[in-house]
């Protein structure tokens, strides 16, 4: 496959390279091809002026239904830290209805199965091998509709991606089947917290996006999950954090340690699992669907602060 064809070669590459930074005039701009494009999504990239380390990191930042690239890149702050720490922030935008995106129709809930994961799949692997990344460090992160993306990344695509963050999402599978992806259309029923499964039906599932993936400790891991949200959303009820809990619990394998209070932000609960290293999730108390954007520890979970 190309892109562990390209996993081979930059593992040979980084040794000679990790230090080296390059130059290059930083622009928040569209990327017109970027190769197969099943789910016809639009692809928007900031590289800023210096890259830190080459292989270079690079995030994907999802928007939310509604949302645009556009947006995203003025409403979050990843621009700015990209900037200061030197990685590629990638901006893929959807087209589809209310444009959310595809997290319902089996394409994109599969590995190479096609559709909207795909298309951001391929944005990265474009990134990739424009900018000299790192495909050891390629990680995404999303908000609402953006954030049931994230989760269908890490389960149907777990050898691209590193780690992720999601806030105020779903467990991955959460619309299967559903007729759509939007508020207007969709069936609510897993987002209003009526879908219950017990761990391993969650992680069955999660595991179905890519029967052939093996997981190996430090060799070929899964991409850790950062969790995020609110105790008063009114749009994915607070009641569904349980349910990604209980999935991403037994895909790691991993129990609950512990709690600690007020982090990141007074009212904030992060709840601790196994080590740390591969699961952690926040419950914001008082908190609505729109969470305060959290840059600063999302980018520390990546290993880029």
């Known amino acids: 496959m190309f892109f562990s064809s390209l996993t081979r070669a930059f593992a040979l590459f980084l040794p000679l390279v990790t230090l080296v930074s390059l130059t290059l005039a930083a622009e928040f701009k569209q990327i017109l091809n970027f190769g197969d494009n099943p789910g016809h999504a639009n692809m928007y990239i900031y590289v800023p002026d210096r890259l830190a380390l080459i292989p270079a990191i690079v995030v994907a930042v999802i928007h939310q239904c509604g949302g645009s690239a556009l947006e995203e890149s003025q409403f979050t702050h990843y621009q700015q830290y990209a900037d200061s720490w030197g990685f590629i922030v990638i901006y893929p935008e959807s087209v589809r209805d209310y444009k ?15 559709s909207d994961s ?11 091998v424009k900018y000299l990344g790192n495909p050891k460090r390629v990680y995404a992160t999303g908000w609402s509709s953006g954030a049931l993306m994230s989760q269908t990344l890490a389960a149907a695509y777990p050898e691209v991606f590193a780690g992720f963050s999601a806030f105020s999402g779903a467990p991955y599978g959460c619309l299967k089947d559903s007729p759509a992806s939007s508020l207007q259309a969709a069936d609510l029923s897993c987002i209003q917290g009526k879908i219950i499964k017990s761990p391993q039906q969650w992680g069955d599932l999660a595991r179905s996006a890519y029967p052939g993936f093996f997981p190996l400790p430090i060799i070929n891991p899964r991409p850790k999950m950062q969790l995020w949200h609110g105790t008063e959303d009114d749009v994915i009820t607070y009641a569904v954090l349980n349910e990604e809990i209980k999935q991403w619990t037994n895909v790691f ?3 609950f340690s512990h709690n600690e209070t007020d982090t990141p932000r007074p009212g904030y609960t992060k709840m601790v699992y196994g080590d740390g290293s591969q699961l952690v999730v926040y419950s914001c108390q008082g908190v609505g669907h729109r969470i305060p954007n959290e840059e600063v520890t999302v980018l520390k979970w990546f290993g880029i602060l």
């Open 253 to 255: 394998g991993v129990t």
């Open 100 to 114: 959310c995106w595809d997290v319902n129709r089996y394409e994109s809930l599969h590995h190479y199965g096609g």
């Open 118 to 128: 795909l298309s951001i799949v391929n944005m990265v692997h474009w990134a990739l």
